[in-house]
């Protein structure tokens, strides 16, 4: 390019164009159905402070809903490390690696979907040579090339976008970035130094299999970050399009912003005429720390208004709905019927990951482990969801939302979701709720842009503190990680064990939903899930939910096996419900041995055993393994004799 061609190129930019950046091309072609276009360049300081941007610095970035967060939470303690410890230290080399800049394009900051127009590259000859090709607000110039078409790697070129038409959103590196910026500050004269290696994506327009934009980028970050530090379970479950576990976790959680503006309103609708079960389209995000991963197991780290954590939720669903394994996955979905020659792709996908996953691959090194079983091109996971959604809609709502515990706290947030202060009010809980850890500190953005108006501050933070769990929630189970991780553990062993103790069997899945849901109820209201309900001097949760300390006391068992073992009692009390219109537990005792409780009666009663022999232990008074059995099946009779027997005459 002439000394001529570049003064103009320059001169073009102005202040909503970036400075042309200097770079190296290279594409990802030969390994994609579409190229992804990538450009090695170094950028200064002043770039990172005035063209680069972080997600959480992109006003109304909390209104763009669950589906648009594809970057970490900035934790402000590494950037302090990164700075005092590594840029500040005199003693050793600093160098980091590339930081990976994806170019979305966007409109009013929000980053789209597909691009602006035609959604193809046009290509333009410089009169000085070379190629330049552009998009609506991008422009790249290969001084060096020929052709309407990219060149291949290795060429120079010069790039440059409109800042008002593109977000050039860094995707990994946002720590260094964050650090970077902290030890120079913008007014500094040392902005201009250009040590910053970085890499800056540009996907094709003509994206394979469906995908969008904002897709792509998220399953860029996971490739980029699930091999090099390790991704968050939270943020899996915010950014994985391919994963089965972590998509319906996300249909799961309502989209609190759907449209990226609009609030949407927490209704609860009939799920089918003549049923009397209403839930609402999704759990409110508000409600749902999206921030922890396996933390979040422990209740004391949620915020005091949220009641579940995407992770607990993503556990229910994973470990317990399908349990892993591939059989009850088609069983529950109703796919194992499914042709590997069937001439649908989904069908023809799910026939073949049976065949391999069931008989393994001739290779071992390619045998899928089994966190892959589930994991799909995202529009197979994308129809995996909806069709799960179709059939298992209202048990998996139902009870993380019509349960009543659940449901008051719902609808005392749906009451402040629709006054003057709504939007602000939602804004801030969903910017605080993205924040790891149990404290509110109304540190965020949304909450400095508030403080300018101390009074309406402290007005909102004292309504979201009136949205807190009830007085006394550390005392019930409901509200703790093992419960709801088995609220829905093995749904078609429930339904059977309910089945056998009813009168007649429930009808249809929706049916069966709101029986079990008015089951939870009703235990629920008779006081059998309080942390320390005891019945005959013994605890009804001890060995189950409970299990004994180092200090020789009872403590929360928060374990896989707790949540199944807390799913399994539940399953029996929800049966003992169900046999009070068929003779009380005269009747269910004859089931006892059925499909669906037998299974759950033996877990409880093991958990028992275990629970009674670790107290004596701590106590010094060990007796007869025989005398642990017994006592074990008397506490379970006893507490399904009075369930089930409160309303016989």
Known sequence: MSDKDWGQFKKESSNTWTDPLTVVYGSYKWLNDSPI???????????????????NEIPGVEKWGFEALFQRVVRPEWVRQMKAQYLASKERFKFFPPVTIALLPCRDDVPQRVYEGDGKFHYESSESGGVQASLPGLDIHFPTADGEEFPEFGHPAIIKWNKRKYSALAIDGQHRISALRAFVPQTSQETQTKDVPAVILVFDPQLPHGRDLIQATREIFIDINKNAKTVDDSRLILLDDRNFYNGLTRRTILQAYPNGEDPSEVVYNSIEEGIGLSIPNGIPQELVDTAMGRDAADVNKLKPWQFTSAFILKRAIHYFFFEDSFARFEEMLETSGFQTDAEDDFEA??????????????????????????????????????????????????????????????ERFAKVSRGDDAADIRSLMLSEGSIPGGA????????????????????????????SKPVGWDANLVWYSIFQRGLVYQPMLIRRAMDNASAAPLVSREAFADAYVNALDLIFDEGWFSKDKELNDKSVWGGVALKIGDAGEPAMDGSDGGAKRVGALIRLMASAICARETGGYSHLKGKLSTIGLKGAKSA??????????????????LKDDAEYKLAAEKLLESILKEIADADQI
């Open 604 to 621: 409880v009663e093991k958990g028992y055993v275990r629970y009674m022999k670790a107290k004596d232990s701590a106590a010094g008074k």
């Open 37 to 55: 276009h990538y450009f090695l360049t170094s950028l200064s300081l002043n770039n990172l402070w005035n063209d680069i941007r972080l997600m």
């Open 440 to 467: 509110v500190g109304y540190e965020t953005k949304v909450a400095q842009e508030l403080n300018e108006d101390p009074a309406r501050l402290k007005k909102l933070k004292k309504t979201i503190e009136g949205l």
């Open 349 to 410: 996908e799910i026939a073949r990951r049976r065949e391999e996953y069931e008989d393994g691959s001739p290779d071992e090194n390619e045998h899928i482990a089994d966190q892959d079983m589930l994991s799909f091109r995202p529009a197979i996971t994308e129809k995996l969801v909806d069709r799960a959604m179709r059939m298992h809609r209202s048990l998996l709502f139902g009870v993380f939302t019509a349960f009543r515990p659940y449901k008051e706290h719902i």
